[in-house]
Structure formats: C-alpha cells, structure tokens
C-alpha cells in the first residue's frame, strides 16, 4: 500500500468494514455478507442464495456506496415491488444514504427530480421496477451513466422471478439479460430467498450469470422455533399460544380461506387481541389500510395480529414479526417454509407455530382429488403434501427434516418442540387394529342398511362405546367392536386416526368423509407390522425464548430483574431503571415514527432500543457503539437519545 497518509485515510474510508461500521452502525458482517461484498466491490459478477432475514439487502447496499464513494458512479437495484422499494429506500434515507425509487406512485415533478439526480451519477442507489428498467428512455439514461464511467453496479432483487418454475415469475424480469450484453463491464448481483436447483439454473441461464459466482447460505432460520401441535380446540389453542408470550407482540395467522379468516380476526378480537383480516376478497382499500397498520405496528402499543390467507406477505419486510402461526395446514413444505420465514427477519428469537388435525390431512388429499389437475400434476401434489405431512407427523427434529427437504444436512437443532420436549412414542399397534377392523365392520354392516358416510367423529364413538342417535339408528351398537376401545380416550383415537390416514392405511371417500381401508391395511388388520405412534400432547410448555427484548415479568414482585440471554450471547439485565429507559426510548421513537411518517422499525429496530437501554450509553461515542447506530442516525437522533438516558 502506498504511503501518502490522505490516500490511507481515504481507503479507510472506502473499505466495506467502513461502510457498514459508519453507515449501518453494525459490528460484523454476517454470513456469507462479507465475502459477497468484497467479490462485488472488485467487480466480480454474483448469485446470492440466502434465506429471507439472512441479510441480503446489505450484500449490494455495502458494495452500492463503497464503489459511490471510489468514483465509480452509481447502483441500480431492481425490484418486484413497490411496496419492497419503499421500505428499503426509507430505511436507506434514515441512514443518510441518498437512495431513490422511480415507480408509479411518484408524481411526474419527483419523478423528475429523481431522473435528474440519477442522471447526474450522484444518487447512490437507484429502485426500479424490470418493466421501468427496460423503456427506450431509461435504457438512454443507462447509457449515457455508461458513457461517463458512472453505472456501477446492477443488483437483481427477488432473482427467482425470471423463473417460470417459481410462484412469482414476471414476465419483464426475462429482459433483464439485456443488461448483460448492453453493458458487458458493469457488474451483476442477483439475489433470492428460493433456493431449488430448477430455480437457480434458470436464474443462471436467463439472466446470463454463467460467470458469476455462486454464493449459496444455509436456508436454516436458527431464531426460528418450529411447534407442530394436535388440533383440539384450535381457537383455544392459539389464544393460548398467543397469551403465552406474544401478547404484545406482532403476529401472522394464516387460514385457508377467507370465511375463516374473517371469523378468527372477529374472535380474537373479542378475546381483547388486537387483529385485522387480510385477503383477496376484501376490498382494496380496506387491504391496504389493513397491511398499512401491520407495518406501522408499534410495539409500545401492544400487540397485533394480521389474520389472512396465503395472499398476504409477499413483500412485507416487517423485521420484528415475531410469530407466524398455521391455523390450517399448508399444501407444501415450501409455501410453509415461506410463510413460517416472514417471522422473526431481525435475527431476534420468533416462533413458528401451527396447530394440525385429521381434517387436514382428509381436506388437503380431497383438495387434490377433486380438483381439475391433469393425473400428472396431481402426483406431483401428492407427494408435496405427502412430505408436508411427514413434516406434522415428525417425532424427530423437525428443522432437521425441514433442510433436509431443501437439500441440507444438518444436526438435530435443539430449538423445535420435537426437540425441546420430545413425544412419548407408544405401541399403538393394537389400537390400531381396533379401529381398522370397527372401519371394516361399520362399511359392512352399514352396506345392507344403505348408508354409508361414517367418519372419523362415528368411529371413534363406536370404538368407545358410546350410544349416540347415529350409533343406535346403524345399529352399530351391535357390531363386536363396539366399545373395544373404551380404556383410550378421544383424543389419543383422533391421534390414531390422524396418523392411519397420514401414513395411507385408511383414506377418506371424497364425497362423504366415509373412512375406507387401503391394501396396505391388511397387513397392520394381521398384525404384521408394528406401529409406533405419537402420543398426544396434553399441553406444550416449551422452555423460555432465549430473547434480547426484555419484557416485563407478569410475577407481582416488585423491583424484580428480568435477566435476558441472548441468541447472539450478551446478556442484559433489565432491573427497573433499565425497564424505564425502554419505555421513555419507545415513547421518543413512536413520537418520531408519527412525525416522520415511517414505520417505527425504521427509526430504530426494538433490539436497538434495548440495547441502549441496558448499556446506559452517556456520551456519543458510547452511543455509536450501540448496534445499528450509524454516523447518521448518531448526528439525527443521539442528543434527543442521550437525555432519555
Ligand atoms: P433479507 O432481504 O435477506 O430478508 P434483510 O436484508 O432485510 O434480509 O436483513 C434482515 C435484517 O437483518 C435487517 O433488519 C438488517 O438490518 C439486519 N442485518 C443484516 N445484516 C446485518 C449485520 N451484518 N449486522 C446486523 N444486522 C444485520
Ligand atoms: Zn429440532
């Protein structure tokens, strides 16, 4: 390295540890970051794979404004969404990063404003959407940037659009290859959360990344915490669930359909929870107003809980939703690991929850059956619910399993119900054979009286000897059967059940939920294999949450410390005075929030909050030390946040 003192100074300043330390207010890169960056901020071409909350925003902002500041002009990133764009340059603009979106919300004067800022090579970051990028008119700007030394870096955000195998294929992103061959020196980042094989190979291939380098992340969510519970009583179930720790937090609760979505958003709320529905059905504004709520949720006023159907999250970057819970089950493990992915993206310890039943299993396989599927698409269908279902029937690790679906090996996680407290396994073999043998005698049985829709519900009333209308009108108090079951309860036969229809010994008539034996039946009916079940859970009661965010002790002893230990090892006590400076430091951030007309995550992340409250930081530099406290949130905020201290 040369030796001229301003040009070390210079590089100081120039290097990504600098930008992220000055700018971002971060310590370390996480992951993969740092690689990435240091490839893309030399001008090598790029394939990022990470999961969502892994981080992949910084893996092109750090390269966007170290090469800003080396001269080499400026980064367009391009993006799905409008709403993706808007969160992004609001948080870039808090951290005093000049960075811009062009889309159809602006009107014609900022949008004016902005092509001249863009044009000019001094905006740092440019959002647009493909079909904007690929206009005569912006491809003019792209060139003449060109021309002057000035265009820097593309980034490709949600790369898995310009697949057709994906959920979320656009049209417009295939013409995004034309970048390559238009401007062959200027480097190329794409980036996505999806990570099969098909999916990155067409991204390869349409986007002309044949020579980029692959950097492919873990798709673990270590702060995830994944509980798979019987279906009881549902409602009950997730009331206490909620009630059990998230009371004051923010929430998804996916149903599948939108009559149940209604009817959960009114009960809850009833329940003294806050929660808003969300689905395709409502009304636009309604919608909008709904997910404006749940971005602008603030943590100092409670909790809230968006009820809604799979329709909603697709570019939510909520960082703090701390559960997503299934109230139905999801058709496929990778639409649950989606759904279940949109919590906890701040790093912080969030929870995946889902409450499953035998009317899962039947509904979904009926779903399947009774749709207008070609015979081939219908296998695949199966077989991606036949794996969703190995996932809820899992006794063993279920992040394990989840991976392993993905591709990736790994060790038991020690941070899944499976594994905090493991299922008592028992011989339900004999059991077994009762209800298969009840099934086949009430079909018979039930043939010479003409009927013969007997579900679950009758089964199990059979099994346990009890005289209801339908037992006696069936005469099914006659079979031998009846009440060979008595000894077990109602809940462990529903368990049986659910796991004889999982595992394909018993099937559901499609027109009525008429239980039938399957061939491989016979062998369980003569005893010649042996099955070993789950037993049902009385009630789940998982260790703590390892957290940073303190929460108040619900206990009545005053003047208590609540000792918090960290999923990222530094443990915070929050004694009362501690408790009070999170308080006042929410206080100030929902009064700027409202000012400023952003979400409060966006001022400062709750774990940022937290940390300053129990560091006590007196001075700036103490302050600055505070993750996620930049030189520019330090020059904005830090003397209003030292005299909350
Ligand atoms: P993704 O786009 O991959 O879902 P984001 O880029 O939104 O993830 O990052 C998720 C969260 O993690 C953001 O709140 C971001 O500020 C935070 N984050 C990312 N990298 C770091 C880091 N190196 N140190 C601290 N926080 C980080
Ligand atoms: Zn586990």
């Not at 392993?404 to 339900?428: H, K």
């Not at 099994?463 to 069936?474: A, F, I």
């Not at 003047?559 to 400076?581: C, K, L, N, Q, Y």
């Amino acid at each position: 390295m040369s030796a001229l003192p301003e040009d070390s100074a210079l590089n100081r300043l120039h290097t990504p540890l600098a930008v992220l330390h000055e700018v971002f207010g971060y310590g370390a890169f996480r992951g993969q970051q740092g690689a990435i960056v240091d490839h893309v901020c030399t001008g090598g071409n790029a394939l990022v794979l990470m999961p969502t909350g892994g981080g992949k925003s910084l893996c092109y902002q750090v390269p966007a404004l170290v090469r800003q500041r080396r001269g080499q002009g400026a980064t367009l990133v391009v993006s799905p969404l409008i709403a993706l764009m808007q969160d992004q340059v609001g948080t870039l603009e808090q951290l005093g990063v000049d960075a811009a979106f062009l889309n159809s919300t602006l009107s014609s004067e900022e949008a004016q404003d902005i092509e001249r800022r863009w044009r000019s090579g001094k905006l740092s970051l440019l959002y647009a959407a493909p079909e904007r990028v690929l206009t005569p008119r912006f491809l003019a700007m792209l060139d003449s940037l060109h021309e002057r030394g000035l265009l820097s870096l593309f980034a490709i955000d949600e790369a898995h659009c310009v697949s057709q195998w994906g959920h979320d294929f656009r049209e417009d992103y295939l013409g995004l290859s034309q970048l390559a061959l238009r401007y062959p020196t200027v480097p190329r980042l794409a980036l996505t959360a999806t990570a099969d094989a098909i999916t990155r190979a067409d991204i390869i291939e349409r986007l002309a990344l044949q020579d980029a380098r692959p950097f492919i992340s873990s798709f673990d969510r270590p702060n995830i915490r994944y509980t798979i519970v019987e279906k009881e009583d549902p409602r009950a179930q997730l009331l206490a669930f909620i009630r059990d720790g998230h009371d004051n937090e923010a929430g998804i609760v996916y149903c599948a359909t939108r009559k149940k979505v209604e009817e959960t958003a009114v009960w809850l709320s009833d329940q003294g929870i806050r929660a808003l529905p969300y689905h395709a059905g409502l009304e636009i504004t309604t919608r909008q107003q709904h997910q404006q709520a749940f971005v602008d949720h603030d943590t100092r006023d409670g909790g809230l809980v968006m009820v809604a159907t799979i329709a909603f999250g697709m570019g939510i970057d909520k960082p703090d939703v701390r559960f997503v819970a299934h109230l139905d089950l999801p058709r496929t493990v990778e639409g649950y690991y989606q759904e279940t992915g949109r919590a906890g993206r701040d790093g912080e310890p969030a929870e995946a929850w889902m409450v499953y039943g035998l009317a899962d299993v039947v509904g979904q396989r009926r779903l399947i059956e009774d749709g207008q599927a070609s015979e081939e698409f219908k296998r695949v269908l199966r077989g991606k619910l036949e794996a969703m279902l190995t996932l809820a029937e899992a006794h063993d690790c279920r992040r394990q399993r989840l991976l392993a679906y993905f591709g990736e090996d790994s060790e038991r996680c020690g941070n899944c119900d499976n594994c905090l407290e493991p299922p008592q396994m028992w011989d339900g073999t004999e059991a077994a054979r009762m209800a298969l043998s009840c099934i086949y005698r009430m079909a018979r049985h039930g043939d010479h009286l003409g009927a013969r829709a007997f579900g679950a519900a009758h089964l199990i009333d059979v099994l346990r000897g009890k005289r209801s209308p339908k037992v006696l009108q069936y005469a099914h108090d006659q079979l031998s059967t009846f009440g060979i079951g008595a000894h077990l309860s109602e809940a462990l036969w529903r368990a049986v059940l659910r796991q004889l229809v999982a595992q394909g010994h018993v099937v559901t008539e499609t027109e009525f939920p008429t239980l039938l034996l399957t061939e491989s039946a016979r062998a369980v009916l003569k005893g010649d294999v042996t099955l070993s079940m789950k037993r049902p859970r009385e009630q789940l009661k998982l260790a703590q949450r390892n957290t940073r965010l303190p929460r108040r002790s619900n206990s009545s002893a005053s003047g208590s410390t609540t000792t918090s230990r960290s999923a990222h090892d530094w443990i915070v006590e929050f004694d009362d005075a501690a408790m009070a400076r999170y308080d006042r430091l929410k206080s100030w951030r929902t009064t700027q929030a409202r000012a400023q007309g952003r979400p409060p995550y966006v001022i400062f992340h709750d774990s940022t909050l937290a940390e300053m409250a129990a560091r006590h930081p007196q001075t700036p530099e103490e302050l600055s030390t505070i993750s996620g406290v930049g030189t520019h949130k330090l020059e904005a905020y830090g003397s209003a946040l030292l005299e909350l201290m």
